[in-house]
């Protein structure tokens, strides 16, 4: 992947090299467990997606619980692997950890201090595993990378080629991306190496989708399996899990009340809100519309909300707009 998707298809193996050494045999096995029956043969790398998570804002950067909860339970089983070690003797194998944010970065050694003290991991298992920014792991490498992405519905500076090009060649002998597909919500994006990583795993079935609890954020049940009482994580309202709140907005459709990987359209165009299609984009693109309404008035100012698309109001004034809300009582 990293060579169809960085240089081109240029990269090779070092001559006299063996491809799947027993070590790296063990990883893709691992890997294998988590695909399920559908897996490949043998992978060496991962794809992860959990389209009911939510990334949240924690001051200028972002977190995500739910990504950090999942690694670090896949992470505590692989470090207890005799089988894992690196290439070139018996020594356990390394791990290394890039989240793509500093807040996620903050919250990852935090989460791995607590579990310290509790006696949950040992002070041996800490030695072999790293929690770096994207930038601070130029020049590393590790037996198994884990790059976790972090956003749900935006791409940000994620796109930018050169970080994706760092973040997918640090491993030595396996990856797991977490990257969710959300991210690809705009045409950016969609035309980013996000997409052609997306599309890689998708085409060679590496691609793992893991449902999480709305509610509480935890990877290891559903909504429906929650013991927490109810309450919405996106409109702080109680009786009801973000899977459901009337005020959350899908980012295929635009339309509120469902999250995006439950939204019951086909993939929409997010320029013009047709059916979304190879050919579709071809055409698309050379047309002048609102992709705010999806409809044509150029040279006037859109008329609706960008979040509910009500007539005569901005999202920031929206009393569907959580994010409104919350500003407006900050204020008084």
């Not at 791409?155 to 597909?181: H, S, V, Y």
């Not at 469902?258 to 359209?265: A, D, E, G, R, V």
Request: hydrophobic fraction near 30%.
């Amino acid at each position: 992947m990293p060579s169809r998707v960085n240089y081109s298809d240029m990269m090779r193996g070092a001559p006299g090299t063996k491809k799947w050494p027993e070590s790296t045999v063990a990883f893709a096995h691992e890997l294998s467990k988590l695909l399920g029956p559908n897996a490949p043969k043998r992978t060496s790398r991962l794809v992860v997606q959990f389209p009911r998570t939510r990334a949240t804002r924690s001051g200028t950067s972002f977190e995500n619980r739910t990504h950090v909860e999942w690694v670090l339970h896949q992470v505590k089983g692989f470090l207890k692997n005799d089988r894992l070690t690196d290439l070139s003797t018996t020594n356990p194998a390394r791990i290394l950890i890039v989240p793509l944010y500093k807040a996620q970065v903050n919250l990852y050694r935090q989460v791995l201090a607590d579990e310290r003290s509790k006696g949950c991991i040992s002070d041996e298992d800490l030695q072999r595993l790293d929690v770096r920014t994207l930038d601070s792991s130029q020049g590393e490498e590790r037996d198994l990378v884990i790059v976790d992405y972090v956003q749900t519905d935006q791409a940000g500076f994620c796109t930018d080629p050169n970080r994706n090009c760092l973040a997918t060649t640090r491993a030595i002998q396996a990856e797991i991306i977490i990257m969710n597909e959300g991210m690809l919500a705009d045409f950016r994006a969609q035309k980013s190496k996000l997409a052609q990583i997306i599309a890689h795993a998708s085409e060679f079935n590496y691609k793992l989708e893991v449902l999480s609890c709305t509610n509480c954020n935890s990877p290891t049940h559903t909504d429906d399996d929650c013991n927490d009482q109810l309450s919405c994580s996106y409109c702080k309202q109680p009786g009801h899990a973000r899977v459901t709140c009337p005020k959350i907005k899908c980012s295929n459709c635009r339309e509120l009340g469902h999250l995006t990987s439950n939204c019951p359209k086909a993939k929409l165009c997010q320029q013009c809100g047709a059916k979304d299609s190879v050919m579709h984009k071809k055409a698309c693109l050379g047309r002048r519309i609102c992709s705010n309404c999806w409809k044509c008035h150029t040279g006037d100012a859109c008329t609706k909300c960008f979040h509910c698309r009500g007539e005569n109001h901005r999202a920031n004034e929206c009393r569907l707009n959580p994010e409104a809300t919350r500003v407006k009582n900050k204020q008084l």
